[in-house]
């Protein structure tokens, strides 16, 4: 029986800061942060929340590999633990990492739950961009950017992260994850003007469908800033490691468009399951070649070129993701969709990709409000129409970048009118309010609550401080307990958090 | 197949009027096109002027 998925969402943002003659990404994204926790701090009334509580790194092994060994020491440390780096009260983290701004979501028990709460990000971002302008000095600003690449070979992530069930031998995920993550391209990429790879293998790429695929060289690996590989094998569950899995992968683009978004989270929640039920049966879309057919998908505009696959047949993308919604249908036939978040949501993921894909074969450029790669390309075709540009102009570049930027009136993906699936006043609760029903209901409550009492806080515990008593850490190694419906009442009835660990038997 | 189109129907809005088979949308071409031009006067206010300039500019030290 498949596991009920858990989602998230870890988003880097590139980063400007202007009106400086030397900016530096990682001060800019330190004052960014703190100019966003320092109001948040002013604004609470009783001053409580001017107590930051920062991240724990005690269980932090990102040296650790899926495929069953460690490889601690041998990498760079990916945690650098002296920089800004704090806990929301919606669950979330956020932090300075790699040189950008990172806000990694609460844990989601649905993909729309996922939207909301990546939504919430792209607002706290916002609202960080208003607070640094407020704080810098006149003619400097910090702008953020909610895409992967600045176009001169220098890329950052968006991952997802799912839970799993453990049992599932890793190479079964290999090997029915990876010819989706070759596939999805066609309707999760964010697009992108030109190609940054070393090679293209001869052809012309004047627009991609992925900001991404450029950047992948390896099929499977531990590695996320150099030789990225397809599939991203670390393994640091932040949960039961005895049950659980959590797949974090690397590969995707980071999306304005929340159908997308919606989709990219709720397909692999289904493929997933299906994964774990040994639902593929033996067909076996191994590519021959992975990254290079993950390139020339990128690259192919058609959507129509088919690529070899290791058994010596050919398909082309749309083949692959037709049999896994044929698949996917008939899996939830028969097993229901609570695992994927319920029969409403799970419902409406079936929905939305049985019409992007039949859209994608019959008319691409009817999904303009629902693509970025087909909103992009509506817009560009747009301006090469009216001023004769060709693909190479810096204008259509300078476009290309701008669509990503967060700030109102100046996104060129609002202006383009994408559909929206939550309302502005969701997403602005949801940047205070964690998720109801996954563990982040107990942290992000606990920090809103109990904000003096808290030590630390990480994805699996919470350390408090109760004052003349050694800290005491709560492990929570369950993703889906701590929730709204378990703890809630308990926690809000608690006037501090020793009383709470008490009732609580903690 | 069959199933698919029957899915493309059903999706479709409203009892009365005719089920088409292509999608059709009830502004014509130009009018499309003009709305889309003001779409791009719009951009262009809020654009740097110097495109070259602004994306020689934009450049990020990698991440992950």
Request: charged share 30%.
């Given at each position: 029986?498949?596991?009920?998925?858990?989602?998230?969402?870890?988003?880097?943002?590139?980063?400007?800061?202007?009106?400086?003659?030397?900016?530096?990404?990682?001060?800019?994204?330190?004052?960014?942060?703190?100019?966003?926790?320092?109001?948040?701090?002013?604004?609470?009334?009783?001053?409580?929340?001017?107590?930051?509580?920062?991240?724990?790194?005690?269980?932090?092994?990102?040296?650790?590999?899926?495929?069953?060994?460690?490889?601690?020491?041998?990498?760079?440390?990916?945690?650098?633990?002296?920089?800004?780096?704090?806990?929301?009260?919606?669950?979330?983290r956020y932090y300075v990492d790699h040189a950008h701004p990172e806000y990694s979501s609460p844990e989601c028990s649905d993909p729309l739950q996922g939207v909301l709460w990546d939504r919430a990000?792209?607002?706290?971002?916002?609202?960080?961009?208003?607070?640094?302008?407020?704080?810098?000095?006149?003619?400097?600003?910090?702008?953020?950017?909610?895409?992967?690449?600045?176009?001169?070979?220098?890329?950052?992530?968006?991952?997802?992260?799912?839970?799993?069930?453990?049992?599932?031998?890793?190479?079964q995920v290999v090997k029915h994850v990876l010819p989706h993550f070759v596939t999805r391209q066609i309707w999760s990429g964010a697009g992108k003007v030109g190609c940054e790879a070393a090679s293209t293998g001869g052809a012309e790429v004047t627009l991609q469908l992925t900001q991404r695929a450029d950047f992948f060289e390896e099929e499977v690996g531990l590695e996320t800033t150099l030789k990225r590989p397809i599939i991203n094998t670390r393994d640091e569950p932040h949960a039961d490691a005895g049950r659980y899995r959590r797949l974090h992968v690397i590969i995707g683009d980071a999306n304005r468009s929340e159908v997308q978004t919606f989709l990219k989270l709720g397909v692999m929640g289904f493929v997933l399951c299906m994964v774990e039920d040994d639902w593929f049966g033996e067909r076996d879309f191994t590519p021959a070649r992975p990254v290079h057919a993950?390139?020339?998908?990128?690259?192919?505009?058609?959507?129509?070129?088919?690529?070899?696959?290791?058994?010596?047949?050919?398909?082309?993308?749309?083949?692959?993701?037709?049999?896994?919604?044929?698949?996917?249908?008939?899996?939830?036939?028969?097993?229901?969709?609570?695992?994927?978040?319920?029969?409403?949501?799970?419902?409406?993921?079936?929905?939305?990709?049985?019409?992007?894909?039949?859209?994608?074969?019959?008319?691409?450029?009817?999904?303009?409000?629902?693509?970025?790669?087909?909103?992009?390309?509506?817009?560009?075709?747009?301006?090469?129409?009216?001023?004769g540009l060709e693909w190479k102009h810096p204008k259509l570049a300078q476009l290309d970048l701008v669509y990503h930027d967060l700030r109102p009136g100046k996104d060129l993906a609002g202006k383009l009118g994408l559909e929206r699936l939550v309302t502005e006043a969701e997403a602005a609760s949801a940047m205070t309010t964690p998720p109801p029903t996954t563990r982040a209901w107990f942290r992000g409550r606990c920090l809103e609550r109990f904000p003096g009492q808290i030590a630390a806080a990480n994805w699996d515990s919470m350390v408090f401080d109760l004052g003349g008593e050694p800290l005491k850490r709560v492990a929570m190694m369950e993703p889906l307990r701590g929730t709204a419906e378990i703890v809630g009442p308990v926690l809000e009835d608690c006037d501090d958090a020793g009383e709470l660990l008490r009732r609580l038997g903690a | 197949m069959a199933e698919r189109e029957q899915i493309k129907k059903t999706s479709t809005r409203g009892t009365e009027e005719v089920v088409d088979d292509v999608p059709t949308t009830s502004k014509k071409g130009e009018e499309l096109k003009a709305e889309m031009d003001d779409l791009l006067d719009e951009i262009d206010e809020v654009l740097e002027v110097n495109a070259e300039d602004f994306v020689r500019s934009y450049v990020q030290k990698g991440g992950q």
């Open positions: 029986m498949a596991l009920p998925k858990v989602y998230g969402i870890e988003t880097e943002y590139g980063i400007r800061h202007t009106g400086v003659a030397e900016p530096n990404p990682i001060a800019a994204s330190s004052v960014l942060i703190n100019a966003y926790l320092s109001e948040l701090a002013r604004r609470s009334e009783t001053g409580a929340r001017s107590e930051r509580v920062g991240w724990d790194f005690e269980d932090e092994h990102p040296g650790d590999d899926a495929r069953g060994f460690s490889r601690e020491g041998s990498l760079p440390p990916e945690v650098e633990t002296h920089l800004v780096n704090a806990v929301l009260t919606n669950g979330a990000g792209e607002r706290i971002l916002v609202a960080s961009m208003e607070a640094a302008r407020r704080q810098l000095p006149p003619g400097q600003e910090i702008v953020v950017y909610k895409n992967n690449s600045d176009r001169k070979g220098n890329s950052y992530g968006c991952h997802e992260n799912y839970l799993m069930d453990r049992s599932v031998p890793f190479g993950l390139r020339q998908i990128s690259y192919d505009l058609t959507l129509r070129k088919p690529f070899d696959l290791a058994d010596g047949t050919t398909v082309t993308a749309l083949d692959v993701q037709w049999e896994h919604l044929g698949l996917a249908r008939k899996w939830a036939d028969e097993n229901g969709m609570d695992a994927v978040g319920g029969e409403l949501v799970g419902a409406e993921v079936l929905r939305r990709w049985e019409q992007v894909l039949t859209a994608l074969e019959t008319d691409p450029m009817s999904l303009a409000d629902q693509l970025d790669w087909v909103a992009k390309k509506k817009l560009f075709d747009a301006y090469r129409e009216r001023d | -």
